[in-house]
């Protein structure tokens, strides 16, 4: 165990649906990060949260959407799902604000998304 | 904007010989390097770091990785393979003086065959 929840752990949907996806960070980490892994993409950063607040955008749709509440966990919100979302997204935590710290990120296990 | 390249897609290596997987990447000034590994259904665990200092840097189950300034790289190594070392790899950066996240190679997926 990593010490990051991710929940859940498979998602079935159909297209055009929203979904939401939960992590919670390892403790003493301020920092949840974002990234979806596809087969052809690798592992694309979306986006992270600093002690609730938005650090960092990366490739991250208009369709999606996060945010970090005050306990720290945070949400990654799908909508108008479509068949190419269907992905691995994982979230990471780390201690500090800065993007890359001496301590590396601590990975979830990951939600596999799957559009139908 | 930083970025790494991992060239090859699959390694694959008897159980016992020598291990490479390479790595590549691009960014303004002096980097934060590292290596995770993913094994099926996992998230990814680091295994190593170059933050500054020697060049050679020993991570996590007998693993190390060379950093080369000049050719900017940062190749993962490990003198003899298991079997249990068949996973996929990533390779990531992050520049040293600028607040941004890590961008990561595409993966090298490693088949150690016994």
């Known amino acids: 165990d990593s010490g990051v929840t991710q929940t859940p752990k498979h998602l079935i949907t159909a297209t055009g649906q929203r979904v939401t996806l939960r992590c919670s960070p390892r403790s003493g980490d301020l920092s949840v990060y974002w990234y979806q892994q596809s087969l052809d993409q690798g592992l694309q950063f979306l986006i992270q949260y600093y002690n609730g607040e938005e650090r960092a955008k990366g490739n991250i749709l208009e369709r999606f959407s996060a945010q970090q509440f005050p306990d720290l966990h945070s949400e990654l919100n799908l909508s108008s799902l479509e068949l190419g979302d269907s992905a691995l997204y994982f979230c990471a935590s780390s201690v500090g604000g800065g993007g890359a710290t001496n301590y590396g990120y601590t990975f979830g296990s990951g939600t596999r998304l799957t559009v139908v | 904007a930083q970025s790494v390249a991992q060239p090859e897609d699959q390694v694959n290596v008897a159980e016992g010989n020598p291990l490479t997987v390479k790595c590549t990447y691009s960014?303004?000034?002096?980097?934060?390097l590292f290596w995770y590994v993913q094994y099926p259904n996992r998230g990814l665990q680091f295994l190593l770091k170059?933050?500054?200092?020697?060049?050679l840097v020993k991570g996590s189950y007998g693993f190390e990785a060379e950093f080369n300034k000049s050719q900017t790289s940062f190749h993962l190594k490990k003198p003899s393979a298991l079997v249990s070392d068949s996973a996929l790899y990533f390779c990531a950066v992050s520049p040293v003086l600028r607040d941004t996240p890590l961008v990561f190679g595409k993966g090298t997926r490693l088949s150690v065959i016994a």
């Open positions: 170059y933050i500054t200092g020697d060049n």
């Open positions: 960014v303004s000034g002096n980097p934060y």
